[in-house]
């Protein structure tokens, strides 16, 4: 009884971890936007969606402390949530290693976008055709935030794959 209370704890912990790394990152996002003068490019602001998705769900898993099926889906849909951001962030940097003269015409503004086409005509026009991408805006230690990004959206996937298969472990060994 005592140790399925400190898995709980563990499993409450680790979820809220997940979710303050999310919430730092964005704060970081707003602060590169806000302060910096950095507008988010459409993949940019799609992979911000990602992680406030993610980190709402590892949010929700935290306080609602759910049981074993609860639990998992909570962690699947984060692995589901950050693994299409880290997707997203492969784009963009594909997208900014192109050569200048392959880098797809840029597309129009999201909001516009968002305004006339269907909300799945949009993610395809960002994630195929727009060379707004492309463009580095600011690096560190040599890395650009797409690289920042991506590196972000495996540990966040990492630590939620751990929490799946400890509870899976969990559940094995329960079963025993």
């Known amino acids: 009884m005592e140790a399925s209370v400190i898995k709980k704890i563990n499993r409450k912990r680790m979820s809220f971890l997940v979710f303050l790394t999310c919430a730092l990152l964005l704060c970081f996002a707003f602060y590169l936007e806000l302060v910096e003068g950095l507008d988010p490019c459409p993949l940019c602001t799609l992979q911000r969606a990602c992680i406030a998705v993610g980190g709402s769900f ?59 086409f269907p909300i799945f005509e949009v993610l395809r026009m960002i994630i195929l055709n ?16 797409p690289q920042w990004t991506i590196l972000a959206f ?12 400890n509870k899976l472990e969990n559940e094995i060994a329960s079963k025993s």
């Open 130 to 145: 727009d060379g707004s991408c492309s463009e580095v805006l600011w690096r560190f230690l040599g890395f650009s935030i």
């Open 58 to 116: 590892a949010l929700i898993a935290s306080m609602h402390n759910p049981g074993r099926v609860g639990f998992l889906c909570y962690a699947v849909l984060q692995v589901l949530f950050f693994s299409i951001g880290g997707a997203l962030a492969g784009r963009q940097i594909y997208l900014q290693s192109l050569p200048t003269d392959l880098v797809p015409s840029c597309g129009p503004d999201l909001d516009y976008l968002l305004e006339i």
């Open 154 to 165: 495996l540990l966040l996937t990492v630590m939620c794959l751990l929490q799946i298969s």
